[in-house]
C-alpha cells in the first residue's frame, strides 16, 4: 500500500511538471489552432482544493504535492495571458475561479462545522473529476484538424498512470472518494492518449474559428 502511495505521489508531481510541455507552443504566438487555457484553470481550482483538504485533514505530503500543481498552472495562465489575445477572457475566468474558491473556503471555514472534510472532499472528487476530463475540450479540434497539436504527450500518459495508481489505491483501503474520481480519470486518459495513436500528425490542418476555452 505506502508503494502504491508513494509511486502515485511521485506521478501526481510528474503529471503536473508535464504540463508545462506545451507553454513553448503558447509562447510562439497564435497559432493555427488555439491552445485552450481551461484545462489550467481546471488544474489551479483542483489543486488549491486538495492542498486546503490537505490542511483541514493534515496531511502535509498532500499539500506539498497540489502546491506544485498551483505553481504550474498559474505559471501556464500566465503564459496564456501574455502569449495569446483571450486576455479578457482569461481575466473573467480567473474571477470566476478565484470566487468559487473563495467562497468554497469560507464555507468550509466558518459554516460547514464538523462536516466540512467530508462537503470538502466531495468538491475534491468533482474537482478531479473536472481536471482530467478537461483537456477533452480540444477533441472536436483534434478531429477536425486531424492533429493532437493541442494535446500534450506527457501530460496524457502521466495523467492516465497517475490516476490507474490512485484509483488503485482507493480501491486498495476502500475508500470511494479516492477510487471514483480517479478512475473516472483514468478513462478520460485513456481517450486523450488513444487520439495520439488515431491522429498521429502534429501538424494541425486550419479549422473553424473557436470561442476561446
Not at 486531424?146 to 480501491?171: E, Q
Amino acid at each position: 500500500m505506502l508503494v502504491i502511495e508513494s509511486f502515485a505521489t511521485v506521478f501526481t508531481a510528474g503529471m503536473f511538471l508535464s504540463g508545462l510541455t506545451i507553454v513553448k507552443r503558447i509562447k510562439s504566438g497564435p497559432s493555427i489552432v488555439p491552445i485552450p487555457s481551461f484545462p489550467a484553470f481546471a488544474t489551479l481550482v483542483n489543486c488549491l482544493l486538495w492542498c486546503k483538504y490537505g490542511l483541514v485533514t493534515h496531511d502535509v505530503l498532500m499539500v506539498l504535492v497540489n502546491t506544485i500543481g498551483v505553481i504550474t498552472s498559474i505559471y501556464l495562465l500566465y503564459n496564456h495571458y501574455f502569449f495569446t489575445k483571450h486576455q479578457n477572457y482569461l481575466e473573467k475566468s480567473a474571477l470566476i475561479a478565484a470566487s468559487l474558491v473563495t467562497v468554497l473556503f469560507i464555507y468550509v471555514d466558518y459554516l460547514a462545522g464538523t462536516r466540512a472534510t467530508n462537503h470538502l472532499g466531495l468538491a475534491c472528487c468533482l474537482s478531479c473529476v473536472i481536471m482530467f476530463s478537461s483537456p477533452l475540450v480540444s477533441i472536436r479540434t483534434v478531429v477536425t484538424t486531424h492533429s493532437t497539436y493541442t494535446l500534450s504527450f506527457p501530460l496524457s500518459v502521466t495523467s492516465f498512470l497517475t490516476s490507474s495508481l490512485w484509483a488503485l489505491y482507493g480501491y486498495t483501503i476502500h475508500d470511494s472518494f479516492v477510487f471514483a474520481p480517479n478512475f473516472a480519470g483514468a478513462v478520460l486518459a485513456t481517450i486523450q492518449v488513444s487520439m495520439f495513436a488515431i491522429y498521429r500528425n502534429r501538424d494541425p490542418a486550419p479549422a473553424p474559428a473557436e470561442t476561446p476555452v
